[in-house]
């Protein structure tokens, strides 16, 4: 496989953006400076001088005047399937929290990527934020994030540092196709945080909606069946509402009486999560229940599942956070109750060329 070592590069992809962030710059002095290679411009707002750039530490985020204040974005990249942009983060000290990821502008909040947050590690979406894997990162700790765009709208994320020893799906959404352009950005909210480097390229073996799943059924049938990669992953489902009609989807699926069910109730406006053990079910605490199901309108159920996590959204809103459910932890049956669309099953790891490519464009 041959590797991109300046802009340009060759299959298996591209690289738009390479900055290093080693170069010692002063509070105030870092805007409109190239990036390392001296084609990429670097916007940045900063009123109050608290983002610098030293040889040890790159950008240094120091304080805050307001969302994305300090903030920093690099010139505009073509939306493309593929397109990824990469950061490497460290949270050095009070409470933090800032975004990385991709933006429709150069000021302000982003608009898609990960939200690093005193508490855990959230993934941004248009102003929706959920948890994420088991949520936990260390101060001190260097994180490496990929953000991926997905040819049809949305992001693929994925987390490698801390407990995640090697690259970690966090999160897939499906939507997001705004602006032809994006730019890659992260901005403050509080704390103080690291970044150095900062990578984007754009990944041919992520060129596909779909890249990367381990089984993905377009068109699902009543009680069809899927199987994930293991216990942890990303289930979804795109289901129908109908008047009257509970709905479920099974993961960590040995059989109906042994499994994890999401029970979506359209008559009592509900999602729950159980754990049925020979055929006793126990509920699973955490996060809301509550979930409107309107007669006939497609609802995108996803499922992320993280060792004794397990986490539910509906159209990207966030629904049940359970802890502490290890039951079936390494099991792969996926089943769903009624008919729908897009019956995926993506693996926690990434596998094959999308792992090796990763690993050799931020190594």
């Not at 897939?172 to 480097?197: C, D, E």
């Not at 909606?209 to 990303?234: F, L, P």
């Not at 539910?312 to 932890?329: E, M, P, R």
Request: proline residues 2%.
């Amino acid at each position: 496989m041959k590797l991109a070592t300046e802009l340009g590069g060759g299959a298996p992809y591209t690289t738009s953006l390479i900055d290093n962030l080693n170069v010692a710059l002063a509070t105030g002095a870092v805007n409109g400076t190239l990036a390392t290679d001296g084609i990429n411009t670097r916007t940045v707002v900063d009123t109050a001088s608290k983002l610098a750039e030293t040889v040890a530490n790159g950008l240094e985020f120091t304080g805050i005047s307001a969302t994305g204040d300090p903030g920093i974005w690099w010139s505009a990249q073509t939306r493309a399937g593929g397109l990824t942009a990469c950061f490497r983060v460290k949270a050095v000290s009070g409470t933090i929290a800032h975004r990385a990821g991709w933006d429709t502008n150069q000021s302000g909040d982003i608009v898609e990527g990960i939200y690093f947050v005193t508490g855990g590690i959230r993934a941004y979406y248009g102003g929706n934020q959920r948890n994420i894997l088991s949520s936990a990162y260390v101060v001190g700790t260097s994180y490496d994030f990929a953000i991926s765009h997905r040819t049809s709208g949305g992001v693929w994320i994925w987390i490698r540092g801390g407990a995640f020893t090697d690259w970690t799906l966090g999160f897939v959404s499906n939507l997001g196709t705004t602006s032809p352009v994006s730019s890659a950005a992260i901005a403050q909210l509080s704390g103080v945080f690291y970044v150095k480097p900062a990578k984007i390229g754009v990944f041919s073996n992520l060129n596909t909606q779909y890249a990367g799943a381990t089984e993905r059924k377009a068109v699902s049938v009543n009680s069809d069946t899927i199987t994930a990669a293991s216990g942890d992953g990303v289930i979804e489902h795109t289901i129908t509402a109908a008047t009257g009609v509970t709905q479920e989807l099974m993961v960590r699926r040995t059989d109906d009486n042994n499994c994890v069910i999401i029970r979506m109730d359209q008559g009592a406006s509900t999602i729950r999560v159980y754990e049925k053990a020979a055929g006793v079910e126990t509920e699973k605490t955490g996060g809301t229940t509550s979930q409107t199901w309107t007669n006939a309108q497609a609802y995108r159920i996803q499922v992320s599942l993280y060792g004794t996590f397990i986490r539910v959204t509906v159209d990207l809103s966030s629904k049940n956070d359970a802890t502490g459910s290890g039951f079936n932890a390494s099991v792969t049956g996926v089943k769903a109750s009624h008919a729908g669309t897009d019956l995926i099953a993506w693996p926690i790891s990434p596998t094959g060329a999308i792992k090796a490519d990763l690993d050799a464009f931020f190594p």
